[in-house]
Structure formats: structure tokens, C-alpha cells
């Protein structure tokens, strides 16, 4: 301290280093992300498994729409009346996953997005989002699958 009571610029300099790493230390003990998150606490990327569900399903889903909506043309060689029972089937197979895609797809899209973004809703949020590209992956895999007629 000088003869007017103050301190000097040294004096504050180490004053004010001290009690930034008092502070630091603080910061390091209280950190958030040490210990394991509760249902409570904020889920750290919620927008990370819909935003790949979404980015995948806007691919898939026009090529489900392409590759089911051009599967009937599987009975253009046996007529739609001297088709196997299994084509028929599968063909209904998929106009049935279609359908869901149409539905279920956007469905759990939405509710992914939609769920608070807790940690208690991480799971969930997770399961929907990827659930959501079931039904065009199985319109994909159907049509690769057909029986002959």
C-alpha cells in the first residue's frame, strides 16, 4: 500500500489473480457436466437424434415412395389374376408399410422434436426418432425381396 491508502498496481494485480483462481477453483469443484445427469437436467443435444432421423427419412422416404410405388409392376408378367399368393402378399406388404409411412413416420418425427428436452426424455426421444425410419426402410427392403409371380 502506498502513503495514500491505495493499493499499488502490482499489489491489485495479484489480488485480482488470486481470486480468479479461487473462482476457477470453485468452477472446477461445481462443474455441471462432472457428474452423472438426473431426469431433472437439461438433456446437453435433445436436437441430435431427430436431426439425424429427419436428414436420413427425407432420403428414404422418396425412395420408398419410388420403389413401392412401382412394386405392382412385379405382376406385369403373370396378370394381376395368375399372380402367386406370395406376391400378392408381399405387395399388400407393402402398400401397408407405405401407409405407414405416410403416418407413423412424420408421427414420431414430431414427437421427437416435440419431447421437453430433459434427460428423463432421452430415451424416448431417441427410440421415436429412430423407430421413425422403420416403415421406409421396410418398404425398401420388401420391394429387394419380392417373390416371383
Known amino acids: 500500500m502506498n502513503s495514500h491508502g491505495t493499493l499499488t498496481d502490482d499489489e491489485l494485480r495479484r489480488a485480482w489473480a488470486s481470486a480468479n483462481a479461487a473462482d476457477a477453483a ?3 469443484e461445481n462443474a ?3 457428474g452423472p445427469l438426473g431426469p431433472a437436467d437439461r438433456d446437453r443435444h435433445p436436437w441430435l437424434a431427430p436431426g439425424w432421423a429427419t436428414g436420413l427419412a ?3 422416404v422418396p425412395v420408398a415412395v419410388l420403389f413401392g410405388g412401382l412394386s405392382p409392376m412385379a405382376t406385369d408378367s403373370c396378370g394381376p389374376d395368375h399372380c402367386s399368393r406370395a406376391l400378392n402378399q408381399a405387395l399388400a406388404g407393402i402398400v401397408w408399410c407405405l401407409y405407414a409411412t405416410f403416418t407413423a413416420t412424420p408421427l414420431m418425427l414430431l414427437v421427437s422434436w416435440a419431447l421437453p428436452p430433459r434427460m428423463r426424455y432421452a430415451a424416448a426421444r ?3 426418432a429412430w423407430c421413425a425410419l422403420l416403415p421406409p426402410l421396410a ?3 420388401m420391394v429387394f425381396d419380392l417373390p416371383q409371380g
Request: hydrophobic share 60%.
Open 32 to 34: 455441471p457436466g462432472d
Open 139 to 141: 418398404v425398401i427392403l
Open 26 to 28: 470453485d468452477a472446477t
Open 58 to 60: 427425407l432420403l428414404l
Open 126 to 128: 431417441r427410440l421415436a
